[in-house]
């Protein structure tokens, strides 16, 4: 009977183990498994706080760190290829994708990735072929056909690329790529039609008014035309004027502009005019402080009743991160005048424009901007000139992807104690 009782409570003690140990796993392992996973969710989550900073030295280090814990972790190895690629080290990320890929041929995110590489190095073709692989790997993910969308439409195939971000949508009615893809292929508008008024308030005549409306229509991606009328209040005499240009535009060469004009000028408008205007960028890197650069150059003759003016102009545009842009422009301006010698005069001009805020379509963005300079002017009885310093700034309100509206201010410091207060706004629409 003992051996029995003692046997019985055997089972109890038993079956209270199993119990106890089930209870635990029960309300155990769950924290052990979020424990062993927030390492993970960590290092990442480290390592894309960095890059949004641009911090790339601390994202590779804490990629290294991982990759020293876990060296066969092909995912670790992956985030370090993209750090490669998105620091602009593309030669690096190709190399460190294609031994991923060695190691893991069926995974479809390693050749999404090494497809982005090609497509930043301008190998379309390489880049397609990668994103093909991808597709083939796993058909039913939208964010893969979406890629491949992409690179399709950097090969010039919009057909086919519609069709693609077609099908990411079907598969994921939520994919902000794939629609912002199909958006990209829309055509875009052809005509910017513009109104502008500007003033001047001086502080030692009259003032200065006048009203303008351009038109600039992109014909296709390599001819672009512009015609704009101007309507003059100066000095109580009303004047008119109007001008045209012709741009043509070739890949890696860049832009070129002519144009003239003519005007009903009252003696305070030029007469005659005509300019041209050459045009280049250069991308610098994705990377550091400047992101790509445009020169500009060139050379504008006007005509008046009593005076020949040749201005010669070289403008620099650096783009920065965030939409920023720093412009430098030097002008170089030839007098000649019936009543005097013929000389030059200098002057130049600094504007930084910079991002103040944007949601969805609408954007707001201002400028500030400085010039110095000196000028000459002839009247009917007399023949000066004075210097000058220009400060001022401006505002931009995009209110749709097809209209906005600008504005700007400046304030003119001439010599012999002579004020210039200048504002004006302008409206265009795009269709």
Known sequence: MERRGRGRRDGHDLAARHFTILLLSVVLLPGYTAMAQAPVDDWKAEIRKACQTQRWEDAMNIAEREIALHPTDMDIRTW?????????????????????????PQDPDGWMELSNVYAKQGRARDALRAIDRAVELD??????????????????????????????????????????????????????????????LFSFADSNRNQ??????????????SVAGSFYERGGTDAANFVGSVTGTLPHWGAMTVGGG??????????????????HGLRVGETGWVRGMELVYGQHWYWYST??????????????????????????????????????KPSGLTRLTFPLGKQGPRSLSGNVFCA????????????????????????????????????????????????????????????
């Open 307 to 344: 005076a020949k003016i040749l201005t010669s102009s070289e403008t620099a545009v650096l783009y920065l991160p965030g939409r920023w842009t720093w412009s430098i422009r030097l002008t170089e301006v030839r007098n000649d005048f019936s009543n005097a010698n013929v000389d030059w």
């Open 80 to 104: 370090r290829a993209r750090i490669l690629s998105w620091s602009g080290k593309l030669a690096e990320a190709e190399r460190e994708l294609t031994e991923i890929l060695k190691s893991v």
């Open 139 to 200: 058909p039913k993910r939208a964010d893969l056909r979406a890629a491949r969308g992409n690179i399709l439409r950097l090969t010039g195939s919009r057909n086919e690329a519609r069709f693609e971000f077609r099908r990411a949508l079907a598969l994921d009615s939520g994919s902000q790529e794939a629609r912002s893809g199909l958006l990209s292929l829309e055509d875009p508008p052809k005509h910017e039609l513009r109104f502008g008024a500007d003033n001047d």
């Open 372 to 431: 110095i300079g000196t000028e000459d002017f002839a009247q009917v009885d007399q023949v000066g000139s004075f210097a000058s310093q220009t400060y001022g700034g401006g505002l931009r309100f995009q209110v749709t992807a097809f209209q906005d509206v600008s504005g700007y201010f400046a304030f003119q410091q001439r010599t012999q104690d002579r004020r210039d207060l200048g504002f004006g706004f302008s409206y265009g629409i795009r269709f």
């Open 262 to 279: 003519t005007a009903h000028d009252q003696g305070v408008v030029p007469r005659t005019e005509a300019f041209f205007e050459l045009d």
């Open 212 to 225: 303008s409306v351009s038109l600039v229509t992109r014909w296709t991606p390599h001819w672009t035309t």
